[in-house]
């Protein structure tokens, strides 16, 4: 089965299990969730039964009559597949885990966030550990920590869906995001808004999310000529479809929100830019790592100034992370980093540049990383060389 590898999640699912009595897995669909609950969170290890509400029958049994739905399960675990397609269910888990609180009885997974339905986030309220689950990290797809520039630079091109990354046919990748975009965006989508919302629409969305320098709500709009308020309502669901990732502005600059796709190779599907596709795997992999690491992730934003200095990111409260097409940094990035630490002095600036450079050079105002042993260093922790620049 060439696309199952390990996921950095299994050990801190693995430790919730021994605590709480429901887990919430969720995050976007095909990403692998239902492999890594069937092939390696419970292989060989665990008592479990296996339940998915796709199916019709199953899913109006659940809604009907839900305490019917649990009492046919008898093992130890009970996975219930795109749970949230039963919300008339989880009062019922509710009852039962109130009834006797028994670690790992429950693990629920959707590709929608619970919290959209108010009955069901009160339900799971102080009962339920949530865990979001994202596409594969370059380790992961390696199946080993270290990886090379080439190695990298494939991965920003393919991204981390378990159905296609790893191949390396143009055509294969396009009919594949084709036909997730048909079923995210056209049935999905549709059923999560009861009809409401248009697919042609989300998907147009999801261009501009890949493609604009600044993909706020009012840019996407004013490029694809949709009222913003049409526009604000197709954003909103595809965040809580785990499609889009919202990333506010920090407070020491300006702007409004933006929204990136979830996937290097959703980014590239759309024609994203480099630069688009190194900032999503940036989140791909700093989030997966805060998990892996059972750490709460700090705060991810971007840094933008009345001026146009822009930085990808700022993590917490005392990093920025700049990405740099270039081996080494040009006059416009170097004036960018120069108002940058005048402005937040008590920053740390790392500027990602394109090298395979094993060492961080010290500059002035920041910290020169090549691509690879930055992410490296961030998210596994590995140690490198220090120099000067």
């Not at 969730?33 to 665990?46: A, N």
């Not at 990886?147 to 143009?170: A, I, Q, S, W």
Request: glycine fraction near 6%; proline fraction near 4%; aromatic fraction near 10%.
């Amino acid at each position: 089965m060439p696309h199952l590898r390990n996921r950095l999640i299994l050990h801190p699912v693995q430790k919730l299990l021994r605590f709480w009595p429901v887990i919430s897995l969720l995050g976007p669909r095909q990403c692998g969730k239902s492999t890594f609950l069937r092939d390696l969170l419970f292989k060989s290890t665990h008592s479990f039964d296996w339940v998915t509400l796709d199916k019709k029958a199953d899913r109006k049994l659940a809604n009907d009559n839900p305490e019917l739905f649990l009492n046919r399960f008898e093992k130890s675990t009970l996975v219930i597949d795109e749970a949230h397609k039963a919300p008339e269910l989880f009062d019922e888990i509710k009852s039962k885990v109130d009834e006797k609180r028994i670690p790992g009885a429950f693990i629920l997974s959707g590709s929608v966030n619970f919290s959209r339905n108010i009955g069901i986030q009160e339900s799971l309220t102080g009962r339920s550990a949530l865990i979001r689950m994202d596409t594969m990290t370059i380790p992961e797809t390696l199946s080993k920590k270290d990886y090379t520039l080439k190695e990298m630079d494939f991965y920003l091109k393919k991204g981390g869906m378990p159905g296609v990354c790893f191949t390396r046919n143009e055509e294969t990748s396009q009919d594949y995001w084709e036909q997730w975009i048909e079923t995210t965006c056209h049935r999905d989508l549709q059923i999560f808004s009861k009809g409401k919302l248009s697919g042609d629409l989300a998907e147009e969305v999801l261009a501009q999310s890949a493609k604009l320098p600044l993909p706020q709500i009012a840019e996407i709009a004013k490029t694809i000529g949709v009222d913003a308020r049409r526009v604000k309502t197709h954003i909103e669901a595809l965040t809580e479809l785990f499609i889009l990732r919202k990333i506010e502005a920090a407070g020491t600059g300006i702007g409004k929100a933006i929204y990136l796709p979830f996937d290097t190779g959703l980014a590239m599907h759309f024609g994203a830019s480099l630069k688009r596709r190194w900032q999503t795997g940036f989140l791909v992999h700093y989030f997966n790592q805060s998990q892996f690491m059972s750490q709460k992730a700090k705060p991810v934003k971007y840094y933008l100034t009345s001026r146009h200095s822009f930085i990808d990111f700022e993590i917490g409260l005392n990093e920025f992370h700049l990405f740099c097409d270039k081996p080494n940094p040009g006059r416009s990035e170097l004036m960018t980093i120069k108002a940058a630490k005048k402005a937040n002095p008590n920053h740390t600036i790392y500027v990602h540049c394109a090298t395979d450079s094993f060492q961080e050079l010290k500059h002035e105002h920041s910290r020169w990383l090549g691509w690879v042993y930055g992410w490296q260093m961030l998210f596994t922790k590995t140690k490198i060389k220090t120099g000067h620049a």
